[in-house]
């Protein structure tokens, strides 16, 4: 289960040093703790996204690029993606924003953005879909790709 949770407001995250859940708005200037004020790390591993209202929250309003893998727990090259989407997030925790759609439970996605196969990941940016890619690959290309939907950005 992760320690993150997302919403149409924003990030339920847990703290670091006390363990307090706390939420952060999305374009909340600095993240703090309301229990210990410790400063709340960015996220560092993929959020699960819940719902259709939730995805377009996120989409529209990150600080920074977006990463979304496409997936679903019966999809053998989804479980290969799994541990590398979590490398791409945890390195680049601050820089980019990774997020992960399970197209069983949420399938209005799948279809709004015509996927036919999975894993697909997309780089969103300011809102609005950068690029595409289908296909299992190491995280090495997946920031490859990241890099190159979005020069400059990331
Ligand atoms: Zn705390």
């Known amino acids: 289960m ?3 949770q997302l919403d149409a407001t924003g990030l339920i995250t847990t703290c670091p040093k006390c363990g307090q859940r706390n939420r952060v708005t999305f374009g909340a200037r600095e993240a703090r703790c309301g229990k210990c004020k410790t400063e709340l790390p960015p996220a560092a591993e993929p959020i699960e996204v819940p719902d259709e209202t939730s995805f377009d929250a996120l989409i529209q309003n990150a600080a920074h ?5 496409f997936w679903a727990p019966w999809c053998g090259p989804c479980r290969m993606v799994a541990p590398e989407i979590a490398r791409v997030a945890s390195a680049n925790a601050g820089r980019l924003v990774v997020a992960k759609v399970n197209t069983d ?3 209005e996605l799948g279809e709004r953005f015509g996927i036919r196969s999975i894993p697909t990941m997309f780089v969103f940016d300011r809102g609005r879909e950068a690029a595409r890619t289908s296909g ?4 090495a290309q997946i920031e490859a790709f990241v890099r190159g939907a979005v020069p400059g950005r990331f």
């Open 105 to 107: 439970d949420v399938p």
């Open 2 to 4: 992760s320690t993150l």
């Open 65 to 69: 690029p977006v990463v979304v893998d």
């Open 136 to 139: 299992a690959m190491p995280a």
